[in-house]
């Protein structure tokens, strides 16, 4: 299907190639999973065999790229969009109609189709997603996982021949994830459809891929079967692995499980465990667990940093996002926010940091209450970092962006922005365009931004979006070490494992009410969906265990059990 020979793409104006010299073949009917760290040239792959580059980015562009016999610089923009559909990382990008029905049939119209069978194809493919309650919704008015699916809907919509995902999942809840990946996997094996995905949460997809790619400084450092790959990383130190695989790899065993089904089968036959659950002291009812400000009885008591007393909040067009919320957060304190796409996240986050007013009930932050204060009124004690980092992104140079947050709030530390670029990784991007960083990086310089300001109260939505593993353990440790700082971080995630591994407490949000509410292990423990992989592994085995050291832990003191 598609052929690369000694392919090299340089960027308008940079220094050094996005890809170097990328030999690739991928055949018909291929599942091609492509991981590596952020910046290291996924996404550039990607739109090089989209044929986006170099005719919509611009650059310069060498040696060969054939698609299906054809070189892509020669090919027509209408045969691209017809054989080759493309899901970018941020679907605001892909979004360019009012209504949800007319997105889907954008690209439809541009291929000249008649409306019966665009009707027949919008129909059929919102069916298929679930989506059909939103066709008249206003795009701009969605979640971000619901716009992941709107994308995805009208790509899939002209039936292609290949899809090319770039980390399609990365703002859905792990059910929707688990649903979408099903349904890629689906259009695989039963429609055929050649899949490449890019993907940073490989515990959703990696057992799913005929082929891995690794690549690392815009090189393909390793290609071949997910089981091939992952012993390869593994005795090399990669971490683009999956934490099943990465927690075997870390007690050396000879056999690398790639799914919790094999993993338990390798773990009963090779140790012998005595189990002590942590459930047990759990609810087994679905009523919060009501929520104190001292959840941590090593912390002194405080006055909290954040007091939300009987919130109810509803949008303009009448949907109640927030039910009766009762919540409050003392300086110090790790949350990690996790629930459904919808479940009303990100209004709760916009409601402490005051860019929306309560509809009832009161919202205090720093005992100031909310809707009587303006949002910059906030900024000194609020730090806050929407889903999208290219909203806090206008200025030429990553160093100007947060200088720009300092001379705002009249703050003179400059060395204070050293620190944080350091802290980063982004001190060698100093001097950078922001916009012409990967996803991930840019990322990094919005949380940069908002950081220069040393706010009491840090707000965070989806923050280890695009950012890869090694990234993610350096952002968890920097947020916990700001915690025991004495700052309080609220984060709000789909990533399970990246709550599991770095927070202390956990609030499940359902339907706009706060459904638990606790400390991560009794939330997590009873929850069969929204529980990290190593929880899934030795679940009935040992139920003390949701992350890979404390599993690695348990199983070298074991002193009974025989291993291989």
């Known amino acids: 299907m598609f052929t690369l020979k000694k392919l090299t793409y340089f960027y308008p104006e940079a220094d050094l190639p996005a890809l170097q010299e990328i030999n690739l073949d991928v055949e018909e009917g291929e599942f091609l999973l492509v991981v590596g760290g952020s910046g290291s040239g996924k996404s550039s792959l990607a739109r090089a065999l989209a044929g986006l580059i170099p005719d919509y980015y611009g650059g310069r562009i060498g040696g060969r790229n054939f698609f299906k016999g054809q070189d892509i610089g020669s090919m027509k923009q209408s045969a691209h969009a017809r054989n080759i559909g493309i899901v970018f990382q941020d679907p605001e990008k892909q979004l360019v109609m009012t209504s949800v029905e007319a997105e889907i049939a954008f690209g439809l119209e541009n291929l000249g189709l008649p409306q019966p069978e665009m009707f027949r194809r919008v129909a059929e493919v919102m069916s298929f997603f679930g989506i059909s309650s939103l066709r008249r919704e206003f795009t701009a008015k969605l979640s971000g996982g619901q716009k992941q699916k709107v994308a995805l809907a009208s790509i899939l919509a002209m039936q292609p021949q290949v899809l090319i995902l770039d980390e399609p999942t990365s703002q859905l809840d792990p059910l929707a994830a688990e649903e979408i990946f099903n349904l890629v996997k689906r259009l695989n094996e039963e429609l055929n459809i050649t899949i490449i995905l890019i993907e940073q949460r490989l515990e959703r997809c990696y057992h799913l891929a005929d082929r891995v790619a690794v690549m690392e400084g815009g090189r393909i450092v390793k290609d071949g079967t997910a089981r091939e790959v992952a012993d390869w990383e593994v005795k090399n130190r990669y971490p683009y692995v999956p934490a099943v695989a990465g927690f075997f790899s870390h007690i050396g065993s000879h056999d690398i499980p790639l799914t919790i089904k094999e993993g338990r089968c390798l773990l009963k036959n090779q140790y012998t465990f005595h189990n002590v659950s942590a459930a047990a002291d759990v609810p087994a009812h679905n009523q919060a667990i009501k929520n104190t400000t001292k959840i941590n009885p090593d912390k002194p008591q405080e006055f909290p940093v954040v007091e939300i007393n009987k ?205 638990y509410d606790g400390p991560k292990k009794k939330v997590l423990s009873n929850s069969m969906f929204f529980a990290p992989q190593i929880r899934k592994l030795f679940r009935g085995i040992d139920d003390e265990l949701f992350t890979i050291r404390e599993a690695v832990e348990r199983v070298r003191n074991l002193t009974t059990g025989n291993t291989r």
């Not at 009161?362 to 000194?380: F, I, M, N, W």
């Not at 990094?444 to 220069?452: E, F, G, H, K, P």
């Not at 309080?488 to 499940?508: C, K, N, P, Q």
């Open 311 to 515: 919130l109810w909040f509803s949008y303009p067009n009448g949907r109640e996002a927030l039910r009766g919320i009762d919540f409050s957060v003392v300086a110090g304190e790790y949350v990690a926010v996790l629930g459904e796409n919808g479940s009303g996240k990100t209004t709760l986050l916009k409601q402490i940091a005051g860019l929306l007013k309560p509809s009832r009930g009161k919202v205090s932050v720093d005992g100031v209450y909310t809707d009587c204060s303006l949002p910059h009124q906030l900024a000194r004690v609020v730090g806050y970092l929407s889903q999208n980092p290219n909203d806090y992104l206008f200025n030429d140079t990553v160093e100007e962006e947060l200088r720009f947050t300092q001379v705002n709030l009249g703050i003179s530390d400059t060395a204070n922005i050293d620190q944080w670029l350091e802290k980063l990784n982004l001190t060698r991007y100093r001097h950078a365009n922001p916009r012409d960083l990967s996803s991930g990086e840019r990322q990094r310089v919005a949380l940069a931004s908002i950081m220069v300001a040393s706010p009491r109260l840090l707000l965070l939505d989806e923050p280890t979006r695009g950012i890869d593993y090694r990234l993610k353990a350096e952002m968890g440790r920097l947020l916990k070490e700001m915690a025991r700082s004495g700052t309080a971080v609220i984060l709000v995630t789909h990533d399970v494992e990246f709550a599991a591994e770095y927070s202390e407490r956990v609030v499940m949000l359902f339907d706009g009410r706060i459904a």
